[in-house]
């Protein structure tokens, strides 16, 4: 159920009071977006949801609103090709789930706006000028570096002598150089070091967890979309080799991962209508400020914990908005 709200511009930042409300009426045309993604990140429930906040402004799928789906699947080869399909069907905007279909939709059109949903860091990948002026046709909802910094921050909070961070990196999409380089400056600001491995398929996920322990790792975390459609696998792994988890989504921490921290879905859901609805309505994304997210949510599931030996220190137990038993 939606709580009646309004989205406002203040000072420069998105306000985004309680959830969405249609302020005028459904457009009588039909009008046509696009989704690129490189992975899936979101389930059925998800998607409903989001299209669901899109509806409380007017826009419904199915109504009004033709959204055309295209999802490379792990395979960043497919994701040219597709970005290039949509361009075809001449979309009013694509939207574009992380950085790597970002780039590809960037690179397959100047002219159609393009929506991130959730990109790491566009000014330092390139993709924007700034966040408050973000020029050409890219805006959206960028989660920053700063949440990776925030999840080593907490991790040291739960084990305080950890040093050895194994970290798994889907090689389907690698980093840039400087998104590496910021990664090995963030571990060296918590006196920590990532233990690298590339994994390029779910059936490498066990041997990929096993070399981290072997080269004793103390905790893990991972990168890519790899990983999250492979949850329950990969928590299985961390489990059977007495690794703590700490990743950036709660469904890792319902599937049985140790922690999670990462920005509100509803809230991306909210910022990601925001802009369709003001480029539907004439906007140019370039005169639309990147947003950033306000609202964080922190789980733990404390069967975990107790099945690694880990007491959970009150202090997070205090902060969480989900603790699992």
Do not use: C
């Not at 249609?22 to 993604?37: D, F, H, S, W």
């Not at 999409?173 to 006196?191: D, I, K, N, V």
């Amino acid at each position: 159920m939606h709580r009646r709200g309004a989205l406002a511009m203040l000072g420069g930042t998105l306000v985004l009071g309680g959830t969405l409300d249609a302020r005028a009426q459904p457009a009588t045309n039909v009008r046509r977006i696009g989704i690129l993604e490189s992975d899936s990140n979101q389930g059925p429930a998800d998607w409903r949801q989001l299209w669901a906040t899109v509806g409380a402004l007017g826009w419904i799928e199915g109504h009004n609103l033709v959204v055309e789906h295209r999802n490379a699947g792990g395979k960043p080869e497919l994701l040219r090709r597709y970005a290039e399909e949509l361009v075809r069907l001449k979309l009013e905007i694509i939207g574009t789930g992380g950085t790597i279909a970002t780039i590809a939709a960037r690179n397959a059109t100047t002219r159609i706006p393009i929506v991130m949903i959730g990109a790491d860091d566009p000014v330092r990948d390139g993709l924007v000028a700034s966040l408050a002026r973000p020029g050409a046709n890219i805006t959206g909802f960028s989660v920053g570096a700063e949440l990776s910094a925030k999840r080593l921050e907490l991790l040291r909070e739960l084990l305080p002598s950890a040093q050895r961070i194994g970290y798994l990196q889907d090689s389907s999409y690698p980093p840039t150089e400087m998104a590496r380089q910021q990664r090995e400056l963030r571990y060296r600001s918590f006196g920590m070091q990532p233990i690298i491995v590339e994994v390029a398929a779910a059936s490498e996920l066990e041997s990929a967890v096993a070399e981290v322990a072997r080269r004793s790792a103390q905790a893990l975390q991972v990168s890519g979309g790899l990983f999250y459609t492979n949850r329950v696998p990969l928590a299985r792994a961390a489990l059977r080799h007495e690794l703590p988890t700490v990743f950036w989504a709660r469904a890792f921490v319902e599937d049985g991962a140790l922690l999670s921290f990462g920005h509100d879905s509803a809230e991306n859901d909210r910022i990601f209508a925001y802009f369709v609805d003001k480029i539907l309505r004439g906007a140019k994304p370039a005169d639309l400020p990147i947003q950033q997210p306000s609202k964080f949510a922190l789980s733990i599931n404390l069967k975990t914990a107790k099945a690694l030996g880990i007491t959970v220190p009150p202090s997070l137990l205090q902060r969480a908005d989900e603790v699992i038993q």
